[in-house]
T-cell receptor
Framework: GAVVSQHPSWVICKSGTSVKIECRSL??????MFWYRQFPKQSLMLMAT?????????EQGVEKDKFLINHASLTLSTLTVTSAHPEDSSFYIC?????????????FGPGTRLTVT | AQSVSQHNHHVILSEAASLELGCNYS??????LFWYVQYPGQHLQLLLK??????LVKGIKGFEAEFIKSKFSFNLRKPSVQWSDTAEYFC?????????????FGTGTRLTVIP
């Protein structure tokens, strides 16, 4: 089946620094990748949709200047949390979809736990 | 407001018991429905999905779900659970009214199966 990886799986950073999280589709080309955020004991919330070669589309309430998304190739999307603060501590999950057909399945990565001290 | 509701937050069952997890959604239009499972320490995996056709959908590991349009429901069932089914289960919906990209998740149901 389709595999999506994330790196790193866990990162601790100091307040004010930036952190980059990578999302890779390992055995398929992902024209669209998605970034979610999951708070403890809560559901996944879509942050943004990343299309290869174009600007990401951010959900309402998500600061695009704080959460920079780059989808430079069909197998890689990155999320950079700029000037991180403790309230940014969360579990970030990416997913990828092959092709643009509506309703096609998304394949999820294992997630990255970010802790900002 | 548009939402996906999973009313059972934590379900505890003994092995061999039957399982039914509720999922209700409030999105209009044409919907696609999904159940995902997250085993401890692992990533989300698709259990089953409904796009169209037979409203009774069979998934992996003996799970099935029934789409009842009139009730806006997509409940997950399994006739006999195993200890290995202990996990977090998420219902999710896409709607043509909110955009094909938006996969809306319920809050999840934690299932604990006691050997």
């Amino acid at each position: 089946g389709a595999v999506v990886s994330q790196h790193p799986s866990w990162v601790i950073c100091k307040s004010g620094t930036s952190v980059k999280i990578e999302c890779r589709s390992l055995d398929f080309q992902a024209t669209t990748m998605f970034w979610y955020r999951q708070f403890p004991k809560q559901s996944l919330m879509l942050m943004a949709t990343s299309n290869e070669g174009s600007k990401a589309t951010y959900e309402q309430g998500v600061e695009k200047d704080k959460f920079l998304i780059n989808h430079a190739s069909l197998t890689l999307s990155t999320l950079t949390v700029t000037s991180a603060h403790p309230e940014d501590s969360s579990f970030y999950i990416c997913s990828a979809r092959d092709g643009g057909q509506w309703g096609r399945e998304q394949y999820f990565g294992p997630g990255t736990r970010l802790t900002v001290t | 407001a548009q939402s996906v509701s999973q009313h059972n937050h934590h379900v505890i069952l003994s092995e061999a018991a039957s399982l039914e997890l509720g999922c209700n959604y409030s999105y209009g239009g044409t919907v696609n429905l999904f159940w995902y499972v997250q085993y401890p320490g692992q990533h989300l995996q698709l259990l089953l999905k409904y796009f169209s056709g037979d409203p009774l959908v069979k998934g992996i590991k003996g799970f099935e779900a029934e789409f009842i349009k009139s009730k806006f429901s997509f409940n997950l069932r399994k006739p006999s659970v195993q200890w290995s089914d202990t996990a977090e289960y998420f219902c999710a919906v896409t709607s043509d009214q909110t955009g094909a990209n938006n996969l809306f998740f319920g809050t999840g149901t934690r299932l604990t199966v006691i050997p």
